[in-house]
Structure formats: C-alpha cells, structure tokens
C-alpha cells in the first residue's frame, strides 16, 4: 500500500524572504503615444532651438518633464502665457477644440502631440453628437484627456466617474445612449461602470472598439498575472499618472500583498521588504525605462538579484510624429540635400 505524502509545511515569512527573486512585467514603461509626444518635443526643440512652450506636462512623469525642462522645455498651464509668436505643444492626453482656438488669437504656432488613441476618441465623441447621442464619458473628473474630451461636444457629454456615480445620470432618451471612455482607466473598473450603466439602459450603444488603449490592457494583463505571485508589487510612475495609480490597484485585486508607487528607487522603503521573497517591478506607460532599472539596482544591492521577465503580450505599434513636425522635418531634410 502506498503512503500518501506528507504536507508541504506552511512557508513562513522568514522562508519566503529567503528565497528571493523579481518578477519584471513586459511589457511595461512607454507605450508609443508617450514616445511620439516625447520624440515630438526633443525634435522640436532640435528644429527650432529653445524655448519651445508646452501645454500641461507633455506626459505625466517627473523625470521626462524635468529631462525636457533641462533641454529647454517650458511647460505652462494655459495657452495665454505663452508669447505671441511662439511655439506651442499639446499633450499626449489632448485638448479641447476650445484650446486650438485660443493659440490662434495668440498667434501660435502649434504642433499636436496628442496620442492618436486619445484623438479616436475624440472623433467618435463628435460623431456620435452630430447624430444626436447622449454620450457617457467613463473617466475620472479633473483628468486632461476627460476634459478635452468632453470639449469635443460639451451639450452631450454626462462624465460617469465610476460605478458609483452611475445612479447620478440622465438622458433625454434611454434608447439614444452611447459609452465612450477614458483611455488610461482600469478595464475592470470600466466594464463594472458599463454593466451598471446597462442595468439602467439595456440599449446602451458600446463603440466600435474599446477605447481603453491596448498598452492601459496589456501593462494591467501582466501586474494581474504578477500580483497572483508576488508579495509586493513597485510601479514606477507619478502620482498624477492616470495608468500607474491603476496598476497599483489591479496588483492589490489580483492578490499582490502589498503595493506601492515610487518615481524613483530613493522613494522605496527597506520596510516593505520585509517578509517578501518575490517582488514584482513594472511601471506605467509614460515612464522611462532608465527609471526601471534603477529599482532593479536597488533591489539587487538588498539581495534580490534574481530577475524573472514576465510577459504578458509583444507591442510592435509604432506612431509617426505629428504632421507639423514631418512637414517640416522633410522641408528641412530637402534644404539639406540642395545645399
């Protein structure tokens, strides 16, 4: 007769912080709106020398907007203070037509930055509004890309910040309704806010593909699959980052024990280590990778050297700058060649 085998004993949190490793997300760090908007400001300062005037953080991440600063970037918070005559950069997150309006009474010249994702919403907002929609914009209050959404067709946007807020709205009629939401927000989180939103409205229109963008998915797929191994989860990212607050909140739902946001590896605290043998490390879709690394230096010097890359799916989406730096990068490119 065989025996069976005997229990695994229960690990023990001085066992488990034995045996340590890093669980690395892929993909993970910038995603290609934040590259074009990064690139387009690097290039337009190139082509044009300094100062180059940006509208709000060109993305929301310390060290890129303090790195553009340094090269001659100067970030304002409205259109009117930037010099009549200059250049101006629209964010990754998008404006309202409003603000295009504004830069042509001050005589600016612009350059549109806004991630080509963010501008798919936009044209879906305009077009449902010229067919008479009641549009529910599922986003977060305050959020640049949720106001310069709902910029695009102020009379027919309701913001819908969350499931709870869904008992809060009116439409003129329940069979003329549409959902659209912001790009960066937790897929669970939207799809909880549109079933509840088709409680009320059961003919509720969904857009012709998901507006949460596919790095948003993919960066939150792979910390779902860490979080159900890893003890503590590090984002790298800002605070005022739409994306890298929600990762932190899907590590916590998928399991993670603990979960936390730094910017820089300076921010972690040697407490959080304590009883954790797998740390998960990833970071949000405006972040530089040269700040991933730093953590996992950081890491390394207290024993976790051990690196394990997970991936959770392969980007190849590449986007071209925007058509007012490639015109002129190719007038400039054809000078060359004549001289």
Known sequence: ?????????????????????????????????????????????????????????????KYVVKTLEKKGAIFVEETEEVPEGNIVIFSAHGVAPVVHDEAKRGKLATIDAT?????????????????????????????????????????????????KDVENVEVRDPDKVVWLSQTTLSVDETMETVDALKGRYPNLLSPPS??????????????????????????????????????VEVALGAGARDAHLVDYAEEIDEAWLEGVGTVGVTSGASVPDVLVHGVLDWLAARGYEDVETLTAAEESIHFSLPKELRRDLRAEAKAATED
Request: charged share 25%.
């Open 210 to 247: 998901d507006d949460i963008c596919y790095a948003t998915q993919n960066r939150q797929t792979a910390v779902k699959q860490m979080g159900a191994e890893a003890d503590l989860v590090i984002v790298v990212g800002s605070k005022n980052s739409s994306n890298s607050v929600r990762l």
């Open 115 to 163: 991630c080509p994702l963010v501008t798919k919403v936009h044209k879906e907002a305009v077009r449902y509004a010229k067919e008479d929609y009641d549009i529910l914009l599922i986003g977060h209050e305050g959020h640049e890309e949720v106001i310069g959404t709902s910029g695009e067709a102020p009379e027919h946007i309701t913001l819908v910040d969350g499931p």
């Open 1 to 61: 007769m065989t025996s069976s085998p005997s229990p695994t004993p229960a690990t023990t949190p001085g066992e488990a912080a034995s045996r340590r490793r890093v669980l690395l997300a892929a993909p993970r760090g910038y995603c290609a709106g934040v590259d074009r908007a990064v690139i387009a400001v690097e290039k337009a300062l190139e082509q044009y020398g300094a100062p180059v005037y940006v509208r709000h953080e060109i993305v929301h991440n």
